[in-house]
């Protein structure tokens, strides 16, 4: 997964992740996001026979728990993942849609488990997240349409 656009925010602890930054997609709710809604042959490229790397002691490696975890994100609409990628990390993203309802690209929020829980993200930043996500989708199918 590569990042291609950040907006940072000013405090003393932030999570400074920079443009073109390619992390381990199993392990971010970014990631989760966009294998989740991916061509199957696609996911198959990615977890067949793949060895998940493990980047911290909740990182999900085994293939059979991944396709689990993508199901359910598929089923919510969402992924929530916390300390996966890098301990004390909380992130939240929503699938970016185009025109045909394809998912093109992820949205996400994260946090420190400082700063919040899984449970005030689900309640308080995915509802924006998921809503803001909806409202990219509708531009960019907007911008698709012949005029």
Do not use: F
């Not at 992390?23 to 793949?50: D, F, K, N, Y």
């Amino acid at each position: 997964m590569v990042y291609i656009a950040r907006v940072p925010v000013r405090r003393i602890m932030s999570i400074n992740v920079s443009m073109g930054t390619r992390v381990a997609a199993h392990a971010t709710s970014m990631g989760r996001v966009l294998l989740a809604w991916a061509p199957p042959e696609q996911i198959e490229g990615v977890l067949g026979g793949a060895e998940l790397r493990q980047v911290t002691p909740q990182t999900v490696t085994e293939v059979g728990a991944l396709r689990k975890r993508l199901d359910e994100v598929r089923e919510q609409g969402y992924a929530i993942l916390a300390e996966e990628l890098e301990p004390g990390l909380l992130s939240a993203s929503a699938p970016v849609r185009d025109r045909s309802g394809a998912v093109v690209a992820a949205l996400a929020s994260s946090t420190s488990t400082g700063r919040s829980t899984t449970e005030q993200l689900r309640s308080d930043v995915v509802p924006l997240l998921v809503a803001t996500a909806d409202r990219i989708s509708r531009a960019l199918a907007e911008s698709a349409r012949p005029t």
